[in-house]
């Protein structure tokens, strides 16, 4: 009976560090979400603002330079600054979305679905596979054919985290 206690206890214990676990990750993704979405937002504000305030500066200096001292028709020198504005308006763009990758909660999403939890669940190893989460998320969930996405028991596609 001791030994049966024992056990019931480990297995209690054992239980309650996973809960514990889980929860440190959820608030670390949830940590990383929100300064992701905040960082996101700001260069998504960067990017607007500095493309429209590119233009309009660019324009005023660069054109007057252009066409005064280079010498170039009022066409070309109102293309280039056109063009570096939207240079830095895209990379400023792509660097948003990196950032907004973050807002996915994907190792939140990747242990829910070993533990059996949501829709990536049958698609996931089981937690007693020696494959990781995080390589069975990348091959995605398989398909009978390339072309139809994978659906849910509802009919919803399948995002993989």
Same mark, same amino acid.
């Given at each position: 009976?001791?030994?049966? !206690?024992?056990?019931? #206890?480990?297995?209690?214990?054992? $239980? !309650?560090?996973? $809960?514990? $676990? ?7 993704d949830?940590?990383?979400? #929100?300064?992701? /979405? !905040? ?7 960067f ?8 233009? /309009? ?6 054109v007057v330079?252009?066409? +005064?001292?280079?010498?170039?028709? %009022? ?5 280039? &600054?056109a063009? /570096?504005?939207?240079? =830095?308006?895209?990379?400023?763009? %792509?660097? =948003? ?7 996915? /909660?994907?190792?939140? #999403?990747?242990?829910? =679905? ?7 669940? @049958?698609?996931? *190893?089981? &937690? @007693?596979? &020696?494959?990781?989460? #995080? ?6 969930? $398989? ?5 139809? *996405?994978?659906?849910?028991? +509802?009919?919803? @596609?399948?995002?993989? *985290?």
């Amino acid at each position: 009976m001791r030994q049966i !206690g024992a056990t019931g #206890r480990a297995s209690l214990g054992a $239980a !309650g560090d996973t $809960a514990k $676990a889980l929860r440190s990750l959820v608030v670390a993704d949830v940590s990383l979400a #929100r300064s992701a /979405l !905040g960082r996101s937002l700001a260069l998504t504000g960067f990017a607007i603002a500095f493309g429209a305030s590119a233009w /309009l500066l660019l324009m005023a200096t660069l054109v007057v330079f252009l066409s +005064r001292q280079a010498g170039l028709p %009022w066409s070309a020198a109102l293309l280039i &600054p056109a063009v /570096l504005s939207v240079a =830095a308006t895209l990379a400023a763009a %792509w660097i =948003a979305m990196r950032y907004f990758e973050h807002t996915r /909660l994907q190792a939140t #999403r990747r242990q829910l =679905a070993r533990l059996g939890i949501g829709e990536l669940a @049958d698609f996931m *190893p089981s &937690p @007693d596979s &020696p494959e990781s989460a #995080r390589s069975a998320s990348r091959h995605g969930p $398989a398909s009978e054919t390339e072309e139809r *996405p994978v659906k849910d028991e +509802r009919g919803v @596609d399948v995002t993989p *985290p």
